[in-house]
Each structure stands twice: as structure tokens, then as C-alpha cells.
């Protein structure tokens, strides 16, 4: 009798064990799925999956399309979010795993406020950045480009520098940005302030506008970006940086 009740026993203890064991499983599963559906949102709405990856060590920033600020755009246009990236900034400057970002720029400008104050929240980041122009960087990707430690471009990506659009401003409020912009821009880069505005000032490059087209190396022969290049040379020269910053650190 009391050999049947430890059968008994030992049987009902394997199969409350291979219970939890599929219980652990189940769990393990749903914390799997969970984990896949974050990267997926997170790709859908910054383009990126940098903090639920196993390596943080660099972040990608990538700014495409336009930049939108206080207007909310049309559904059809291609948009990057200020009130997406300024939280993801402050989490890279605050997360210790994090060593360097590389943000990349492909855009057509948009908002001249938020986008000169992304512009600043990069360039006060005490991580190394390197920001590369993949395909345009125009208007307000100017100073997007300049505004990380050191930039590229890519032979045919294209740059174009033009004043402030009026619309919707007051001249004189529009005259004050473009100061801001261009001190920004002189500050940031190696370009003249002279040259800069000469540039801006250009009537016979744009169509019924004023400005200059930059392709490639002519942006780097005026001093507004620091070299030709592609990714690969844009994450040698991130981690070329990180590695300065750790010996000076030591």
C-alpha cells in the first residue's frame, strides 16, 4: 500500500514539474513575441531598433524626409518627429551603455525651430557623434550636418544653402532666425561666415530662388562638411573618436 501512494506520489510530482516546465515555456514564448513586437514598433516609429538590440554601444539617428515641428504634416509625407528624436537624445546621453551616434541625413528641411534645436541638443551631447549626408541635406539639414562632431557626405548627395523662407513669418523675426542659423552653422563648421551668406545670397543657381547647390566635395572644398565618405568611414571614424574619448578618460 504504501508503495502504490509513492508511485502515486512520484507521478503526480512529474507531471506538476512538466506543468511548470510548459508553463516556463508559455511564458518564455510570450516574452519572445513581446520582445519581436517592440523592435517592430520601435522600427515603425524611429526608423530604428537601437535600445532593444543586445549591442547599444552606437545608436543610429536617422533623420529622413522632413522635419516636423509645432504643424503636424500631410499622412502621405515622409516625416521625422522632433518630439521623437529629442527623447531619444536624452536617453543615449543618459544611458551608460551607449559610446557613439551616428546620425544619418537624408531630408529636405522642414520646421527652421525644431530643427535648429535638434541641431543643438546633438551638438551639447558629451558622446562622440558623426553625422553623414546620404542624400540631401538641404535648408535645415545644414546645420543637422554640421551639428555633430565631425560629418560626411557622400560624393553624390547635395547640399542646398538658401535663406529663411518668409512665409509665415514676420521679415524682421525671420531675419533674427536666420542669424541664429547661420551663427550655428559658422560655429559648427569651418565655412566663412562671409562665404556663408554669399552663398545664401546666390540669385542665378535656383530657380525663382536664392541660395547654392553643394554636391559632394564641393561641400567639403567651402568648409561646411569635413569629408567625402560612406558608412564605413563614418563608423571608423565614430569609433576612432570613442576610442580618443576612452584614453582621455583613462
Do not use: W
Not at 59 to 82: C, D, F, N, R, S
Not at 85 to 106: A, H, R, T, Y
Not at 226 to 241: F, P, Q, S, T
Amino acid at each position: 500500500m504504501n508503495n502504490e501512494n509513492y508511485e502515486k506520489d512520484i507521478d503526480q510530482q512529474l507531471k506538476c514539474m512538466s506543468v511548470t516546465e510548459e508553463e516556463k515555456q508559455a511564458d518564455n514564448e510570450e516574452e519572445k513575441l513581446k520582445k519581436e513586437q517592440a523592435k517592430v514598433s520601435e522600427i515603425k516609429e524611429l526608423g530604428t531598433n537601437n535600445m532593444t538590440g543586445p549591442d547599444q554601444s552606437i545608436q543610429i539617428l536617422p533623420i529622413i524626409g522632413q522635419i516636423e515641428g509645432h504643424v503636424v504634416l500631410p499622412p502621405q509625407t515622409k516625416a521625422t518627429k522632433y518630439e521623437h528624436i529629442i527623447p531619444q537624445l536624452i536617453s543615449m546621453e543618459q544611458n551608460d551603455k551607449v559610446k557613439g551616434i551616428l546620425i544619418v541625413l537624408n531630408t529636405v528641411g522642414g520646421d527652421v525651430e525644431a530643427g535648429l534645436a535638434i541641431s543643438e541638443m546633438i551638438c551639447s551631447l558629451s558622446k562622440p557623434t558623426v553625422s553623414i549626408v546620404i542624400g540631401g541635406g538641404h535648408s535645415i539639414g545644414v546645420p543637422l550636418a554640421t551639428s555633430a562632431d565631425y560629418s560626411f557626405i557622400t560624393p553624390s548627395a547635395t547640399m542646398i544653402v538658401h535663406p529663411v523662407r518668409m512665409n509665415g513669418f514676420v521679415i524682421g523675426v525671420a531675419q533674427k532666425m536666420q542669424e541664429r542659423i547661420n551663427n550655428f552653422i559658422v560655429r559648427t563648421s569651418k565655412i566663412d561666415k562671409d562665404e556663408l551668406e554669399r552663398m545664401m545670397l546666390k540669385s542665378d543657381e535656383l530657380l525663382n530662388d536664392m541660395g547654392t547647390i553643394l554636391i559632394g566635395q564641393q561641400a567639403v572644398e567651402c568648409g561646411l562638411i569635413d569629408n567625402v565618405g560612406g558608412i564605413k568611414d563614418a563608423l571608423d571614424k565614430l569609433d576612432e573618436l570613442i576610442r580618443e574619448k576612452q584614453e582621455k578618460n583613462k
